[in-house]
């Protein structure tokens, strides 16, 4: 079993911080591209930012100069450092990972929503 845990998330004022962690663990093998998406009530799920294993980065417009996304490969983690929040950013969350488990089968994992909320 691949559990992915989450971290972060809260209630912010708009232009505030926040960091957002997400954690692969059990019968993990090997971790590849991790990443964060978000949804809004109303909305459909949306990237927010990847992360390859070797440290590439892709970011959607919306989290362009103010989110930096990060991983520490030796503790399968990925973060989402987010910087200047706007009352747009409140949404739920979500931690994704390619992971291939101990028995070498690839799956896609989601962590559990972590709430977002930005005041104005």
């Known amino acids: 079993q691949v559990q992915l845990v989450v971290s972060g998330g809260g209630l912010v004022q708009a232009g505030g911080s926040l960091r957002l962690s997400c954690a692969a663990s059990g019968s993990v093998f090997s971790v590849g591209v991790m990443g964060w998406y978000r949804q809004a009530p109303g909305k459909q799920r949306e990237l927010v930012a990847t992360?390859?294993?070797?440290?590439?980065?892709n970011y959607a417009e919306c989290a362009k100069g103010r989110f930096t996304i990060s991983r520490d490969n030796g503790k399968n983690t990925v973060y989402l450092q987010m910087n200047d929040l706007k009352p747009e950013d409140t949404a739920v969350y979500y931690c994704h990972a390619a992971v291939v488990s101990t028995s070498r089968i690839f799956n896609n994992y989601w962590g559990q929503g972590t709430q977002v909320t930005v005041s104005s």
């Open positions: 992360i390859t294993s070797s440290g590439t980065t």
